[in-house]
């Protein structure tokens, strides 16, 4: 902190009271790659192991035609 008459001069470091890092900035990026393979993963695993429909078989949920 420096004073010039009436005037205080901060540092940005003394005015954020800690050292500028990017530490948050890896922990964000970690954390959203982490996210978004684990809902990945989620997502893949059911698509695989869901049942399937018949290709040539009835469509489910469809409205049977009037005669």
Do not use: C, F, Y
Not at 22 to 29: A, D, K, P
Request: charged content about 15%.
């Amino acid at each position: 902190m420096e004073r010039q008459g009436a005037e205080t001069h901060l540092t940005t470091e003394e005015a954020r009271s800690g050292e500028t890092r990017n530490i948050m900035r890896w922990v964000l990026l970690i954390g959203v790659t982490l996210a978004v393979l684990a809902l990945s993963a989620i997502w893949i695993t059911g698509a695989l192991t869901s049942a399937q429909p018949d290709k040539n078989g009835p469509i489910s949920g469809q409205a049977t035609p009037a005669a």
